[in-house]
C-alpha cells in the first residue's frame, strides 16, 4: 500500500535518479511536492497503454491538488462486467450518478466504455 507522502518508483526510473544508490528510503522533490520512496516494481511491460514510473495514493494527489469534482483529475478504470450486462446499461448508470451528485456544468458530462479485447492480467475468475 502506497502511503501519503511515499512514492513507489519502476526500477528504471529508480536507476536514472538515484544511480548505484539505494532507492528505497531516498526523498523526490519536484514542483508538486516532495515524497519518501518507499518501493520498486518492475518496469512497465511494453505491450500496454499504461505507461508509468512512478505510483502515488489518491490521499497523496488529494494533498497537492484538487480531487472533488470540481477538480482537473482524470482517472483511467476498468470494469469487468458479466456476460448478461450490456456496457450502454451501465454508460446510461454512471451518468445517472454524476447527475445525482453534480450541480454545476459536469453534470452534463457523458461516460463510455471501451471493450479490452484481450488482457494478459491473472485473476481468480470470482464472479
Given amino acids: 500500500m502506497v502511503l501519503p507522502g511515499q ?3 519502476s526500477a ?3 536507476q536514472k535518479m538515484f544511480g548505484d544508490r539505494q532507492a528505497v528510503g531516498q526523498e523526490l522533490v519536484t514542483g508538486e511536492g516532495s515524497w519518501i520512496v518507499t518501493g520498486i516494481f518492475e518496469i512497465v511491460p511494453e505491450n ?5 514510473d512512478m505510483v502515488r495514493s489518491l490521499e497523496t494527489l488529494r494533498e497537492s491538488r484538487s ?3 470540481n477538480g482537473d483529475e482524470s482517472f483511467q478504470g476498468y470494469l ?3 456476460k448478461e450486462v ?4 451501465v454508460e446510461v448508470k454512471m451518468g445517472t450518478v454524476v447527475k445525482e ?3 454545476n456544468e459536469y453534470a452534463g458530462e457523458t461516460y463510455s466504455l471501451q471493450p479490452v479485447k484481450k488482457s494478459s492480467w491473472k485473476t481468480d475468475q470470482r464472479k
Fill in 12 to 14: 528504471k526510473f529508480a
Fill in 7 to 9: 512514492v513507489f518508483v
Fill in 101 to 103: 451528485y453534480e450541480k
Fill in 80 to 82: 469487468r462486467l458479466k
Fill in 86 to 89: 450490456k456496457p450502454a446499461t
Fill in 48 to 52: 500496454t497503454h499504461l505507461y508509468f
Fill in 67 to 69: 480531487m472533488d469534482w
